[in-house]
């Protein structure tokens, strides 16, 4: 079997996701995405999988974690690697790395002979505590190691009783980087699926502003294909951050800060303000 048609999903994916009624809706959904292809699902995952993935993320010591704030641009906490995961995390990578979960993707995307990342290079559980941000960016085009072009990604939002106050929405960005265009919320069992490419700008750049005691949670998976020969004339790159000119001036204003405060002294502030 080189391809599975809507009728095979939904038999090979039952009881493991929920899909909605018509499939040509995700599609549909998918490719008139503005400012790039993407879709967003409520409800796509049952709780009874995502809620024991809560608990694996609550148990995980420090040593499990890798805080990414070398770049200014950036203040996040992910995973170490992917043998960090229990039981929770193994079940919900066993559903979205299987052949019936790509060639749904390729229903939906239209992207053939997609390949999953068994390692989870910048993907899986991924944190972000009050303060942290990501400021706007086209992610990385290959795989870390593999060679291999990354194509799509997937996050799978974790978050219960997350009002708006509490910011860490992921923003898409128009093609120039001057304003955002789309906005979703972290919200628990809501999920983005959206297109790896250049200039697909999106991020977190406004700073959390939720409880120290909370933190936002989410999955991410990263899905790709053999080759550079689909980035559509583009060089193979790393993560592009948009031009710092654009964006709001309180967005620069911060960029600026971070760069000329000294580490050390970031580091005081955070404690005394988180």
């Not at 994916?13 to 995700?26: A, E, T, Y």
């Not at 009783?161 to 919200?187: I, Q, T």
């Not at 993560?239 to 000119?245: G, H």
């Amino acid at each position: 079997m080189t391809r599975a048609t809507a009728p095979d999903f939904r038999e090979l994916l039952d009881g493991k996701i929920r899909l909605p009624p018509s499939i040509d809706d995700i599609k549909t959904a998918y490719r008139n995405g503005k400012p790039f292809p993407h879709v967003v699902l409520d409800g796509l995952f049952f709780e009874s999988s995502l809620g024991p993935m809560l608990l694996e993320i609550g148990e995980m010591s420090r040593q499990q974690w890798v805080e990414v704030d070398r770049d200014p641009r950036e203040r996040t906490v992910r995973m170490r690697s992917a043998v960090e995961m229990r039981e929770a995390g193994a079940h919900i990578v066993g559903i979205v790395h299987s052949a019936a979960f790509l060639y749904l993707l390729t229903e939906i995307t239209g992207i053939g002979q997609l390949l999953p990342d068994p390692y989870l290079q910048g993907g899986g559980f991924a944190v972000m505590r009050r303060g942290d941000y990501f400021d706007v960016h086209a992610d990385r085009s290959v795989a870390y190691d593999t060679g291999l072009t990354r194509r799509l990604a997937m996050i799978i939002y974790l978050n219960k009783a997350w009002p708006p106050e509490y910011r860490g929405e992921l923003e898409l960005w128009s093609p120039d980087g001057k304003r955002v265009e789309v906005s979703v919320a972290p919200l628990f069992n809501r999920t983005i699926l959206f297109e790896v490419a250049y200039p697909n700008f999106h991020g977190v750049p406004a700073p959390l502003a939720c409880p120290a005691d909370r933190m936002r949670q989410s999955f991410i998976v990263y899905y790709h294909t053999g080759g550079t020969n689909q980035l559509g004339g583009v060089k193979p790159h790393t993560t592009i951050f948009a031009p710092r000119f654009y964006g709001t001036p309180g967005a620069t204003m911060r960029s600026i800060m971070r760069e000329i405060v000294p580490p050390f002294l970031r580091r005081l502030v955070r404690r005394f303000f988180d």
